[in-house]
Every structure is written in C-alpha cells, then in structure tokens.
C-alpha cells in the first residue's frame, strides 16, 4: 500500500553536497518520514524524521547543522539535503515510512514498516 523509490546518491567530495530524494505512493499521511544510513559492519543509524506535514522534524547529533529533512506535497517527495559532508557519512542511505515509529521510537528501524531500496552515498577524502 505504501511504497517508497529513492534516488539521488553518489560519490561526493568531504565538504561537499548531495540531495536524496524519496518519492512515496499509498496512503502515508499518518506517518512518519524517515532517514536512515547503515555502513558496512555496522548497526542501521538513524538520521532524520519528518511526519508528512513538516510541522515536526528531528535530526541525530552527528549530522545538525549540515542535513534538512523536508518534503513537497505535490511530488509526494521526501528530500535529504547534505551538505558539509564527511567521510563518516558514507553509507547506504534509506528513506522509511512508519505508522508505529512513535511507539517504538522516531530513531529505532523496527518502528518503520516501509523501506525504500537504499541508495549509496560515498564521501572521499
């Protein structure tokens, strides 16, 4: 019912910018709108959360400052704008849905029903 596609990584300079884009279908009004990045060998980090109407947005620590989580209504895209980009942040980049991330928590995965495909983001040095 509800299903995401992302589009938008690839390889970036440190210090640089990428935007990723997360365009959803279905009914996903009362969800929340996430971001998450998991490199390999480690554990599925969360990044950012919307819910759709971009009242309420929440960032991890690492990345205030430099990333905005925002969306347009009319394209039923989600964005992720990087910029200041690090080598930590290489990593593959999902965008998720989620009707029970309040229960779990907007920062656990296991609150997100939907995942988009991911897409990779690497950051050289």
């Known amino acids: 019912q509800v299903q995401l596609v992302e589009f938008g990584g690839g390889l970036v300079q440190a210090g640089g910018s990428l935007g990723l884009s997360c365009v959803a279908s279905?009914?996903?009004?009362?969800?929340?709108l996430a971001w998450f990045r998991q490199a390999p060998g480690k554990e599925r980090e969360f990044v950012a959360a919307?819910?759709?109407?971009?009242?309420?947005?929440y960032y991890a620590d690492s990345v205030k400052g430099r990333f905005t989580i925002s969306r347009d209504n009319a394209k039923n895209t989600v964005y992720l704008q990087m910029n200041s980009l690090k080598p930590g942040g290489t990593a593959v980049y999902y965008c998720?849905?989620?009707?029970?991330?309040?229960?779990?928590?907007?920062?656990?995965?296991?609150?997100?029903?939907?995942w988009g495909q991911g897409t990779q983001v690497t950051v050289s040095s």
């Open positions: 998720a849905a989620g009707a029970r991330a309040r229960v779990f928590g907007l920062r656990t995965p296991g609150g997100y029903e939907h």
């Open positions: 279905g009914d996903f009004s009362r969800y929340i």
């Open positions: 919307m819910n759709w109407s971009g009242s309420v947005t």
